[in-house]
């Protein structure tokens, strides 16, 4: 049985959740998401405690099991709380700024980097090195992230680059290095 698929969700007071045709839809005080799962799995919530079972021990059963728990307490967790990821850019003249709806990052190129922000995403520049994004939607916010740091992603030797603020990079010794 999966650890993680057997663990209940509990589901606060303020959280809508409408479980129907293999759809469950959560509405929460910041926003609205949906997930289709298996139809080799059963959601079901009572009491505002949704769990996930599975009908069979197949092996693509057993993976999805963990999984569509995983993912239906990322959404419930996501409309009343939010995700954040936070990234540094470390370097000589490297800096973040925002212009309307869109991420501008100079950083070392001979061109600005430019981003459109999507939608149900909060991109906040509190200093020119930090870039902060917050989201409902933990896919969106991870992959937006992702997406900012591979522009210039950190380099073992100085260090510079975009990382994320709980980020370590192992540092290299240089070529004078014995």
Do not use: C, W
Request: aromatic share 6%.
């Amino acid at each position: 049985m999966s650890r993680i698929g057997k663990m209940i969700i509990e589901v606060p007071s303020n959280v809508e959740v409408k479980i129907d045709n293999n759809e469950v839809q959560v509405k929460g005080p910041k926003g609205e998401l949906s997930y289709t799962y298996s139809p080799s799995l059963t959601v079901e919530m009572n009491d505002n405690i949704i769990s996930v079972t599975r009908h069979d021990e197949n092996k693509t059963t057993r993976a999805l099991h963990g999984t569509t728990r995983a993912l239906i307490n990322n959404m419930v967790i996501g409309v009343t709380e939010g995700f954040k990821k936070e990234l540094d850019l470390i370097g000589v003249g490297y800096r973040a700024q925002l212009q309307g709806s869109t991420l501008v990052l100079n950083v070392g190129y001979s061109h600005p980097v430019e981003f459109s922000i999507p939608e149900g995403l909060l991109i906040e520049v509190p200093s020119n090195t930090k870039v902060i994004v917050s989201g409902y939607d933990k896919h969106k916010v991870g992959e937006f992230s992702a997406k900012v740091r591979a522009v210039r992603p950190p380099e073992p030797y100085k260090g510079k680059g975009i990382r994320y603020t709980d980020e370590y990079v192992i540092r290299k010794e240089g070529k004078t290095g014995k």
